[in-house]
């Protein structure tokens, strides 16, 4: 599975910004998707998943409100929705994609090349 980030850019506080990833290379289906971010001097965290085999939806609690992670399986794109952007959204953001639904980056298989979210103040 290929991963390809996209979306981000510069914003006000705020404002919002939709990011999308697009998978190729197999079949979407049985992969569950998630969102990390990286801010500078900061370690990578979970931001948001997706389950495709429900549906079912997960936030950082720090986003929770505020974000919404959403799929599309025709497309085999998932996106982050952001809204009420804050200065400490600001960051790296990656979609990963793993067999199983889980918070924690180490259990991802696949990882996308990252997209950079600036939120000025």
């Known amino acids: 599975v290929q991963l390809q980030a996209s979306g981000g850019g510069l914003v006000q506080a705020g404002g919002s910004l939709r990011l999308s990833c697009a998978a190729s290379g197999r079949t979407f289906s049985g992969y569950n998707m998630g969102w990390f971010r990286q801010a500078p001097g900061k370690e990578r965290e979970f931001v948001a998943a997706i389950s495709w085999s429900d549906g079912s939806t997960y936030y950082a609690d720090s986003v929770k409100g505020r974000f919404t992670i959403s799929g599309d399986n025709a497309r085999s794109t998932v996106y982050l929705q952001m809204n009420s952007l804050k200065p400490e959204d600001t960051a790296v953001y990656y979609c990963?994609?793993?067999?199983?639904?889980?918070?924690?980056?180490?259990?991802?298989?696949?990882w996308g090349q990252g997209t950079l979210v600036t939120v000025s103040s």
């Open positions: 990963a994609a793993n067999t199983f639904i889980s918070t924690n980056q180490r259990a991802y298989d696949y």
